[in-house]
């Protein structure tokens, strides 16, 4: 990866629709050859993926909880359980395995406090190996999600 590609992935991390022609211009090369490096981008797995960003208020969806759940014992087959399952709850919409006093983290999204009493009723609380589980409600947006930074690739 050179420095074209780090420019072609800064410019789609802000716009991923940004027409092939356009995102020539931005890091001077011409279309075609443009084309070929987004392309090997996106075969490589690099570019993984592209997705419109929808507003949660503006959908409905104005609680966001992060859940950390301590599982008891620790087994790959249990984390893969835990991981398996929550992989299929729509309102998860991240989820990591970390370290520290919770082994999962989930970012979760629900339109408001009685939808998560039922999701973490009905689904979070019957999920394999649950010792402990803690929620900290969102009070307010800091920082969206952003691009990736991007500039230990120089050189």
Do not use: W
Not at 10 to 19: A, C, M, S, T, W
Not at 64 to 76: D, L, M, P, Q
Not at 90 to 103: F, K, R, Y
Not at 105 to 126: C, G, I, N, P
């Amino acid at each position: 990866m050179d420095g074209v590609d780090r420019r072609i992935l800064e410019e789609l991390q802000r716009d991923g629709r940004l027409p092939n022609t356009a995102l020539a211009d931005r890091v001077r090369l011409s279309p075609s050859p443009c084309l070929r490096r987004v392309r090997g981008l996106e075969s490589s797995g690099v570019i993984s993926g592209y997705r419109a960003e929808v507003d949660r208020f503006a959908v409905g969806l104005g609680l966001t909880v992060f859940v950390e759940i301590k599982v008891a014992g620790h087994s790959r087959d249990l984390a893969g359980r835990i991981e398996q399952t929550v992989a299929t709850v729509p309102e998860v919409v991240g989820c990591h395995l970390v370290s520290g006093s919770a082994d999962f983290l989930l970012e979760v999204v629900v339109a408001d406090l009685q939808a998560y009493e039922r999701l973490l009723l009905d689904t979070l609380l019957t999920l394999p190996g649950v010792e402990d589980l803690r929620s900290n409600f969102s009070l307010r947006t800091v920082k969206q999600a952003s691009p990736l930074p991007l500039d230990h690739l120089r050189g």
